[in-house]
């Protein structure tokens, strides 16, 4: 990985004020503050004092594992945040919930830097509440100094043979979609009786797992505590610089390919900050440093392009997955309030 080669294309890009060369407002007399909430591990705080040195807002920062335990916050009042970057059915959830304001795209000239493939999508179709930050797969990161064959398949994650070294999603909806997909089901299924199936699938499993886990993957694989994982392509890129014997597949069975989107609360305190910081977000030399930090593919198509350049073949092939990957991947959807209502349920029984 190039990495320091584009370290350093970052940094000619950021003279003073280029930032926002490309349209973006300098929030010419703007002050207050802005108060995000992301996922952990999902953006270089570095950015955050250039913001505040060229606009005068302050960046109040906080951060999620999940969206569900996102969801559970907005729910009880979004506890005064300001910006937040929840997944595709997630956002479809809350739209269809009032809970996101629309945003005014005046304020985010850069949206037009956002590639066309992260516009109009099922989960805001009218673009009218989330502006796209970051695109990936899920897959399996194994310890190759652990796990002398080649993994290709959901099924490690159920073999006995790596018992007390797996760990899994710990939250339902992830879970489950991996134990759908191993099944040969959808992951957006409503059919109770294929959820049912992969919750006793699940169910068989968990005497076997070592932990569920969110962030905490980093430190299991990186230091060889756990041997076999399922997680984020951006993430395994940053976790293989510091432990080599990591390796990345995508199982044949199908996976998860998701985007991550930038929106305002319908609560928001601070709306038009909002907007000014989605909009040096969504900046080309922005996405440029957060894909630099993260190893996420940006939806801005300019920083997309120039970043692609910098990989090796194999960092580009888990970083932007091919479109075989993509056409035998399947976004998350906004289930009906019963299919949820029966994934909360079967949850609970689980972790019981």
Not at 152 to 161: E, M, N, Q, Y
Request: net charge negative; hydrophobic share 45%; aromatic share 14%.
């Amino acid at each position: 990985m190039k990495r320091i080669l584009i370290v350093t294309l970052v940094f000619c890009l950021l003279l003073p004020a280029a930032v926002f060369a490309v349209g973006c407002s300098r929030g010419e007399g703007a002050a207050g503050v802005v108060n995000v909430h992301n996922w952990g591990e999902y953006i270089d705080e570095s950015i955050f004092r250039i913001f505040e040195r060229e606009t005068g807002i302050k960046v109040n920062y906080s951060t999620f594992e999940t969206n569900e335990a996102l969801y559970s916050l907005m729910r009880r009042g979004g506890a005064n945040i300001d910006v937040i970057i929840p997944s595709d059915y997630m956002i479809a959830r809350m739209i269809e919930e009032d809970m996101l304001a629309e945003l005014d795209f005046s304020n985010i000239p850069n949206f037009s830097l956002i590639d066309e493939r992260y516009k109009g999508l099922g989960y805001d179709p009218g673009d009218k509440f989330s502006v796209a930050y970051m695109t990936g797969t899920v897959g399996l990161i194994y310890n190759s100094s652990k796990i002398s064959e080649q993994i290709g398949s959901w099924s490690a994650l159920f073999d006995s043979s790596y018992s007390g070294q797996i760990l899994m999603f710990d939250n339902p909806r992830d879970a489950f979609g991996i134990a759908l997909k191993y099944l040969g089901y959808s992951l957006n299924t409503v059919n109770e009786t294929e959820i049912l199936e992969a919750y006793d699938l699940l169910a068989a499993q968990r005497p076997i797992l070592q932990a569920y886990v969110m962030d905490q993957i980093f430190d299991k694989l990186e230091s060889g505590e756990a041997w076999i994982g399922p997680y984020y392509a951006g993430d395994f890129l940053v976790m293989q610089e510091n432990n080599p014997d990591l390796r990345f597949a995508r199982p044949v069975e199908g996976t998860n390919y998701f985007v991550d989107a930038m929106c305002i609360p319908s609560a928001a305190a601070n709306k038009t900050n909002a907007e000014i910081f989605i909009n040096f977000m969504a900046s080309t030399e922005i996405a440029l440093m957060n894909m630099e930090y993260i190893m996420y593919a940006s939806a801005n198509f300019e920083a997309a392009e120039i970043f692609a350049e910098e990989l090796d073949p194999d960092d580009y092939s888990v970083m932007f997955a091919s479109y075989d990957v993509l056409a035998n991947s399947e976004v998350y959807a906004h289930l009906p309030r019963n299919i949820l209502e029966l994934y909360d349920e079967l949850w609970v029984e689980l972790k019981r």
